[in-house]
């Protein structure tokens, strides 16, 4: 087994871990902190919308050998307004000028075609209205209203209303980081950056309905049991499925990162980059939201119900009397809790002090703290019978 593999195991079967839930409070501020500086940065710089959103005209020139500089200072010389150019496959460019009208895109394209050198009649030209972007919008933003009420619907009826609210939380977060990233880097947004935010929806709730699925396992039977909070078993959720997600979030955001630093970046993708940047953001921002802000989310809501309440005080007033135990050498008497609890990963309960099971061949944790083989799960030892003599050897009574 791999070492990747070996730890994924430990984690599952809860003999290693992270106290994600317990230092929530933490990831919650760096949450808070990245969301505040997106929305800032979205406020300041705004987004750069593109050609489909504003309306303009957007020329395509057959190959030349003029440079992006050259050709930029040509079309906002002729225009007047500022271009975007781009360097096609081809040799050949895209030129994307705002708020230009039919009148003037003829006078721009034939000045184009002169100082590029090409024949004008093989300048291809687009003309694209305002309202044709304002629909694109409109349409964006109902299919994420849609997106969402569907979402909460079908969490809270698969789940319960509490994840369903924390998965909602979650997907806010990954949209306002992913359109904030944007903001900053400058990046144009065109229908293909809409399609991509539709995208990372799905892959950010992916993750996030995994840990809830584990978690809905585990806690069956959690209030009749006076061993771990609600929250220690949600820990205990995340840590079991985190190679997993780890996993799928790499092998996702692999090919990503070849459209936006090789597609978009080396050889000039165009739309490309407005695609790969909102799926590479998301992913990631899916998978940190998922693990750090969810689930977390869920362990504080379940954790204000009255019956969770009286669960961690069950829970800690029998450490205390333990630990009275301990400190006066007296033995630890069999624990109460129910056969039909069981915590995530090897179908015991969840082990969150770091104790690994024993050794295969000497036998495995059972549910009430006894040791099993093999040979004789499910048999526990029996007493010696009070009735015996201590100095008569067992046998028929005479």
């Known amino acids: 087994m791999s070492r990747l593999g070996n730890v ?37 710089r ?28 040509v079309v906002e010389k002729d225009s007047g307004r500022q271009a975007i150019v781009q360097q096609l496959g081809n040799g050949g460019m895209r030129i994307q000028i705002a708020g230009l009208d039919t009148a003037k895109s003829t006078d721009v394209k034939e000045s184009i075609a002169k100082e590029l050198k090409v024949d004008p009649n093989r300048i291809d030209t687009q003309l694209v209205g305002p309202s044709w972007g304002e629909q694109i919008a409109n349409k964006a933003w109902q299919g994420l209203g849609i997106f969402m009420v569907l979402v909460v619907i079908y969490l809270a009826i698969a789940f319960e209303w509490r994840m369903a609210l924390a998965a909602l939380i979650a997907l806010i977060h990954d ?5 904030g990233v944007y903001s900053l880097v400058g990046f144009e947004v065109t229908p293909g ?21 584990s978690l809905r396992e585990s806690n069956r039977g959690v209030t009749k049991q006076t061993r771990y909070t609600y929250s220690e078993v949600a820990n205990r959720s995340i840590n079991s499925t985190l190679v997993r997600s780890i996993n799928t979030t790499v092998v996702a955001l ?14 000039g993708g165009g739309m490309l980059n407005d695609i790969a940047l909102s799926l590479f953001v998301g992913l990631a921002a899916g998978a940190y939201s998922s693990i750090f802000i969810a689930t977390p989310l869920v362990a504080d809501f379940k954790e ?13 007033a029998k450490r205390l009397k333990n630990e009275d135990r301990e400190t006066s050498g007296e033995d630890e008497p069999e624990d109460g809790q129910p056969d039909g609890f069981e915590g995530p990963g090897d179908g015991g309960v969840p082990v969150l002090d770091g104790s690994a099971p024993a050794a295969a061949g000497a036998g495995v944790v059972g549910p009430r703290g006894g040791s099993e083989t093999s040979g004789s799960r499910g048999q526990r030892r029996q007493p010696p019978s009070r009735n015996r003599s201590r100095n008569r050897p067992s046998g028929k009574r005479r």
């Not at 290693?16 to 500086?37: A, E, M, P, Q």
């Not at 750069?48 to 395509?60: K, P, Q, S």
């Not at 950056?193 to 699925?213: E, K």
Request: proline residues 3%; positive net charge; glycine residues 14%.
């Open 8 to 44: 994924g195991a430990r984690l599952y079967r809860g003999d290693i871990g992270y106290d994600f839930v317990g230092k929530r409070k933490f990831w919650y501020g760096v949450s808070i902190l990245i969301t505040i500086t997106a929305i800032v940065g979205l406020v300041v």
């Open 46 to 73: 705004g987004l750069n919308m593109g050609i489909e959103f504003e309306g303009g005209a957007v020329l395509t020139t057959p190959k030349t050998t003029a440079s992006v500089q050259h050709t930029t200072e």
């Open 175 to 179: 949209i306002t980081i992913t359109v």
């Open 193 to 213: 950056t809409v399609i991509g935010l539709l995208t990372i929806l799905g892959y950010s709730l992916y993750d996030t309905v995994v840990v809830f699925d």
């Open 254 to 267: 692999l090919p990503v990162a070849g459209l936006l630093f090789i597609g978009g970046g080396l050889l």
């Open 304 to 316: 204000r119900q009255p019956e969770m309440k009286a669960l961690a005080r069950r829970v800690r």
